[in-house]
Each structure stands twice: as structure tokens, then as C-alpha cells.
């Protein structure tokens, strides 16, 4: 058995039990600390923790490790519900078109965006596509990531998408953090269905989900939809036979416009409604009082230079908010998630707390961990961060860029 005692914590964050499932509005300002504080884990699991002066309980030293934590917070791993993590290549020659004046829709419709990563996902193998992930996987845990959702979307074929959802499947098994799969074969028309939009969704409602569902590749269903990409009625029928399959959805909407794909993903129940940088009077009223979390990428705004989403108009309307990194090569290559921590703060005005709240306890709401991720509780199997020595938590958001995260700790 594996114990971990870490002792003298600055401060334990998101802690407690009995804590809600999700946080909305003026609760979101909520976020319970315990100072100078111990927690003790078994085999992953958060056994005990409270006041140092109560931490004499210790009688089995065998095999114990003792961490000492002073100086340092303490606090649920972060949980990623938005990443496009499985992808062949880089795009900067993308960014660097965008430098001289051209837009991210100027690009796609040249045959670049997600074409371009579509055309060099499906000349590589599932084995380099596999250990490329990996490694990013690797690198996402070391941001303090513990829990990460990854969506298909560059295969655009049948044999492509069963490539990468198959791929999603080996880091599912492999990977000592919870992942979660999403497919998203409605992420663009490929070349060949131009003209026949009716082509393309016929092959993913009659030929990828049969397979999807038979080889049990998938969690979730998702779909760009937004002008020049899905219409709402496109994303209407993809979601369905997902539904049908028992794929709950979770969707690209508002990146660009405002065209009603919100009300109709709450309609068909979705777990989440992505991006949502625009935002209109009827998305807002479709929203409130249903289950359906908005989950905002704002280090997709950051790189695309396009609006960040009204987090201030969500939170004043009781929706609730997840906060993701959406990390890709196209829009966003960056799973920093202390990077939106600070965007989130810096240029949508959310509280470090409120922040904190979107990227644990809500985050893990956002793909279904409610009850294994998100807040320090006893039972809960949530791997765990620990920081550098810091002065205060919300040192981390304003210090942005820095390296904050020493450990992530995975049982
Ligand atoms: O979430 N907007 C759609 N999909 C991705 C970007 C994909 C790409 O450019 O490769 C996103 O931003
Ligand atoms: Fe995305």
C-alpha cells in the first residue's frame, strides 16, 4: 500500500465534504481553505485531513511518505474537459499567415485549419500518433492537470476517426489520469463532401457510430457547429443517433456567431455548450435553470485575437461555468491551465476563486467526476497539486507565465 502524508500546508484548497456538484452565480465565489493543514492519502485515496494541531493520529510510519508542504498550497488536481490533445503536427506556419493579416475563418476556407491537421493525422500511424499524445499528456500533468477529456476531429474518414478514438482509447488504459473521449467527426466537411454536406453525415451517423458504439470508442458526441462549418439542423441530426448510442453531448458553439446551437444543445440535454465567445439574449434564457454547463477556453481567445466570453453576464444570470484550455495545434496550443487561470482573471474578471472553482469542482462536473475529482474530500480518488512556496493562492493567476505547480501527484 502507497501513503502519503503531507504536512504543514499553507493552505488546503477546495476542501470539505458535503460540497456541491457545481457552483453558479454568487457561490462561485465560494472556496473553502483549511490553514496550516495535513492531508493523508492511501492508494490515491484522500483519507484524512484537518488542522495540523490535529495530526497525531499517525501509527503505521511503514512505508510512509512525509511530504513537507510549508510555504505551500495544496489543492484538486485540475481537471481538462476540452482538449483536442491527440493531433500529428504543429500549424505555426497558420500563426504566422495570421501575423501578416489573415483570419483563422480565412485560412479554413483556403483549405488550411482542421484540413490541414485532417491531411497529416491520416498519413501517420496510430503507434507515433499514440506516443506523441503521450508525451503531451506528460507535459499537460506537469501543468497540474489530473483529468483530461480529448475529442477526435483530424481523422474527417472513417478509417481516420477510428484511428484517433482508438488511440484516445490506448492513453484511456495507459494513462494513470482519468480520460475521457469525445468524437467529433462533425468538426469540418472534408474536401471530397463540399458540396454534399448530406454525404458526410450520412457516413458519421450510419458508418462511424455503429462502429464507434461496437468498440465502445466513445463518451461523449460533439460538433462544430457555427457558420461555414455544422448548421443547427446538421448538429441536430449528428447529436441524435450520438444519443441514440447513449453519447451525451458536449458541443462547439458561439466561437464566431451566435446562430442557436445553444438552444438546441440544451434541448438535446447536452453536459456542456463550449466556447462561447459570442453570446445572444436567447442563449442566456435557453441556459438557465437546465443542467447544461458553458464551458469557456479563453486561451483560444488569447491566440486567435478574437472576443473572450462574457464570464461576468454568465455568472450575473446563475449559469455556471467550467473553464478548459481547448488545447490544439490550430486555435490553441497551450494546455497551460494556470495560463486561463490568469486570462480568466485578467481579461474576463473572475475572481481567482471563481476561477478556481471553473477548473476544479465545475471542471470535473463538465465530464462527468463529480464524485472522484474537483474538491479535496475524504474517499475521493482526485490526484492532487502541489505548489511551489507562494505568498498567496491568487499569486498563482496574477503571476502569469510562472511555473507555479512543483508536484502533481497521481496514486
Ligand atoms: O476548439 N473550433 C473548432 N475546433 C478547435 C480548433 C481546431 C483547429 O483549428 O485545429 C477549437 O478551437
Ligand atoms: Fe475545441
Redesign the pocket.
Given at each position: 500500500m502507497s501513503k502519503i502524508l503531507i504536512k504543514n500546508i499553507k493552505g488546503l484548497v477546495q476542501c470539505g465534504e458535503n460540497l456541491p456538484k457545481i457552483r453558479k452565480g454568487d457561490e462561485m465565489k465560494e472556496l473553502p481553505i483549511l490553514e496550516n493543514a495535513f492531508l493523508a492519502i492511501e492508494d490515491g485515496v484522500i483519507v484524512s485531513y484537518g488542522k495540523m494541531k490535529e495530526c497525531s493520529g499517525v501509527t503505521d510510519w511503514r512505508d510512509l511518505e512525509v511530504i513537507d508542504a510549508e510555504g505551500k498550497f495544496v489543492l484538486p488536481a485540475f481537471c481538462d474537459s476540452?482538449?483536442?490533445t491527440v493531433f500529428a503536427k504543429s500549424r505555426e506556419e497558420e500563426f504566422v499567415h495570421r501575423i501578416n493579416g489573415l483570419s483563422y475563418e480565412d485560412i479554413a476556407s483556403n483549405g488550411g485549419g482542421i484540413l490541414n491537421s485532417a491531411a497529416r493525422l491520416q498519413e501517420m500511424s496510430e503507434d507515433e500518433l499514440f506516443n506523441s499524445s503521450m508525451k503531451r499528456i506528460d507535459q499537460l500533468k506537469s501543468y497540474g492537470t489530473g483529468a483530461l477529456e480529448i475529442?477526435s476531429?483530424y481523422g474527417l474518414t472513417i478509417e481516420s476517426e477510428l484511428k484517433m478514438l482508438r488511440v484516445i482509447k490506448r492513453l484511456k488504459a495507459e494513462s494513470d489520469i482519468i480520460i475521457k473521449s469525445t468524437f467529433?467527426g462533425a468538426h469540418a466537411y472534408p474536401l471530397k463532401f463540399k458540396e454534399n454536406h448530406k454525404g458526410y453525415i450520412d457516413q458519421i451517423i450510419n458508418e462511424m457510430l455503429p462502429k464507434i458504439n461496437q468498440e465502445g470508442l466513445a463518451d461523449y458526441i460533439?460538433v462544430?457547429c457555427e457558420r461555414n462549418y455544422f448548421s443547427v439542423d446538421d448538429m441536430s441530426q449528428i447529436l441524435d443517433a450520438g444519443i441514440n448510442y447513449g453519447l451525451r453531448p458536449k458541443v462547439?458553439v458561439n466561437?464566431f456567431s451566435s446562430i442557436g446551437g445553444v438552444r438546441k444543445a440544451v434541448e438535446k440535454n447536452a453536459l456542456s455548450v463550449?466556447?462561447m465567445e459570442e453570446i445572444s439574449n436567447d442563449d442566456i434564457c435557453a441556459l438557465q435553470g437546465t443542467s447544461t454547463i458553458v464551458t469557456i477556453?479563453p486561451s483560444?481567445s488569447y491566440f486567435l485575437s478574437i472576443p473572450y466570453s462574457n464570464a461576468r453576464r454568465l455568472i450575473q444570470n446563475d449559469i455556471p461555468i467550467a473553464l478548459a484550455s481547448?488545447f490544439?495545434p490550430g486555435?490553441?496550443p497551450s494546455g497551460n491551465l494556470s495560463f486561463v487561470w490568469s486570462l480568466a482573471c485578467i481579461k474576463m474578471k473572475m475572481t481567482p476563486e471563481e476561477a478556481l472553482n471553473a477548473l476544479t469542482l465545475n471542471a470535473a462536473y463538465a465530464m462527468d467526476l463529480p464524485d472522484t475529482h474537483g474538491t479535496i474530500s475524504i474517499g475521493k480518488k482526485t490526484p492532487i497539486i502541489i505548489t511551489k512556496k507562494i505568498p498567496s493562492l491568487a499569486y498563482i493567476p496574477y503571476s502569469f507565465g510562472e511555473q507555479n505547480i512543483e508536484r502533481l501527484i497521481v496514486k
Amino acid at each position: 500500500m502507497s501513503k502519503i502524508l503531507i504536512k504543514n500546508i499553507k493552505g488546503l484548497v477546495q476542501c470539505g465534504e458535503n460540497l456541491p456538484k457545481i457552483r453558479k452565480g454568487d457561490e462561485m465565489k465560494e472556496l473553502p481553505i483549511l490553514e496550516n493543514a495535513f492531508l493523508a492519502i492511501e492508494d490515491g485515496v484522500i483519507v484524512s485531513y484537518g488542522k495540523m494541531k490535529e495530526c497525531s493520529g499517525v501509527t503505521d510510519w511503514r512505508d510512509l511518505e512525509v511530504i513537507d508542504a510549508e510555504g505551500k498550497f495544496v489543492l484538486p488536481a485540475f481537471c481538462d474537459s476540452h482538449t483536442h490533445t491527440v493531433f500529428a503536427k504543429s500549424r505555426e506556419e497558420e500563426f504566422v499567415h495570421r501575423i501578416n493579416g489573415l483570419s483563422y475563418e480565412d485560412i479554413a476556407s483556403n483549405g488550411g485549419g482542421i484540413l490541414n491537421s485532417a491531411a497529416r493525422l491520416q498519413e501517420m500511424s496510430e503507434d507515433e500518433l499514440f506516443n506523441s499524445s503521450m508525451k503531451r499528456i506528460d507535459q499537460l500533468k506537469s501543468y497540474g492537470t489530473g483529468a483530461l477529456e480529448i475529442k477526435s476531429g483530424y481523422g474527417l474518414t472513417i478509417e481516420s476517426e477510428l484511428k484517433m478514438l482508438r488511440v484516445i482509447k490506448r492513453l484511456k488504459a495507459e494513462s494513470d489520469i482519468i480520460i475521457k473521449s469525445t468524437f467529433l467527426g462533425a468538426h469540418a466537411y472534408p474536401l471530397k463532401f463540399k458540396e454534399n454536406h448530406k454525404g458526410y453525415i450520412d457516413q458519421i451517423i450510419n458508418e462511424m457510430l455503429p462502429k464507434i458504439n461496437q468498440e465502445g470508442l466513445a463518451d461523449y458526441i460533439d460538433v462544430f457547429c457555427e457558420r461555414n462549418y455544422f448548421s443547427v439542423d446538421d448538429m441536430s441530426q449528428i447529436l441524435d443517433a450520438g444519443i441514440n448510442y447513449g453519447l451525451r453531448p458536449k458541443v462547439h458553439v458561439n466561437q464566431f456567431s451566435s446562430i442557436g446551437g445553444v438552444r438546441k444543445a440544451v434541448e438535446k440535454n447536452a453536459l456542456s455548450v463550449d466556447h462561447m465567445e459570442e453570446i445572444s439574449n436567447d442563449d442566456i434564457c435557453a441556459l438557465q435553470g437546465t443542467s447544461t454547463i458553458v464551458t469557456i477556453l479563453p486561451s483560444c481567445s488569447y491566440f486567435l485575437s478574437i472576443p473572450y466570453s462574457n464570464a461576468r453576464r454568465l455568472i450575473q444570470n446563475d449559469i455556471p461555468i467550467a473553464l478548459a484550455s481547448d488545447f490544439n495545434p490550430g486555435s490553441t496550443p497551450s494546455g497551460n491551465l494556470s495560463f486561463v487561470w490568469s486570462l480568466a482573471c485578467i481579461k474576463m474578471k473572475m475572481t481567482p476563486e471563481e476561477a478556481l472553482n471553473a477548473l476544479t469542482l465545475n471542471a470535473a462536473y463538465a465530464m462527468d467526476l463529480p464524485d472522484t475529482h474537483g474538491t479535496i474530500s475524504i474517499g475521493k480518488k482526485t490526484p492532487i497539486i502541489i505548489t511551489k512556496k507562494i505568498p498567496s493562492l491568487a499569486y498563482i493567476p496574477y503571476s502569469f507565465g510562472e511555473q507555479n505547480i512543483e508536484r502533481l501527484i497521481v496514486k
